[in-house]
């Protein structure tokens, strides 16, 4: 399948592209960074996800809304307007089966800062819409809000014994997640999965039930 996934340079959104990739899926990755990734089936546009030029590209069947930021001044505008947008382009492709956002558990329990927390929100309930919009064409649509996830976002978490030990003792598991198991949750909701629409997935070990923000 065609495949389309923003922000595929490092961290999330470069695992579920590797994950794709493993699978035998055609990978098409927008992101600002360049490629970090080297595979025959992988294609990388370096570009903002506001950037309105053509993406020239198969229309995608699968389309995952991975990339954001956590600056507070562009949060509004790239999380959720910028991802709305994206989104926008493709929804009449006839080959589209699935949707996916990546949102976070933030949007849930509003422990992060307050222009990313709400661009989080919206992207969920704008999932939330989409999934009654397409439903009547079989489209699937739901979204992943990660708890804390080991990526290089993360590195002065992970890089400081303290904070590190600090954050795992808010989840129940003891850990946080890693970038492929958000990976395979992806590739399943949006390849295997034909029922579940409408949903927000929350990964965070258990965390929710404590609620705490540590940074």
Known sequence: MNVLITGTSRGIGKAIAERFLTEGHAVFGVDLCPAAIEHPNYTHFTRDIRDERPLDIPDPEILINNAGTLEETDAIDVNLSG????TERFLDSPALRSIL???SASARNG?????YVASKAGIVGYMKYLANALGKRGITVNSISPGGVVTPANAHILESEALYAAVKNETLLGKWADADEIAALSCALTVENRSITGEDILV????????????
């Open 111 to 115: 422990a992060e800062f307050p222009y």
């Open 204 to 215: 965070d070990n258990g965390e929710m039930l404590k609620s705490n923000f540590i940074w």
């Open 83 to 86: 991802t709305i947008r994206f």
């Open 101 to 103: 956002f990546i949102a």
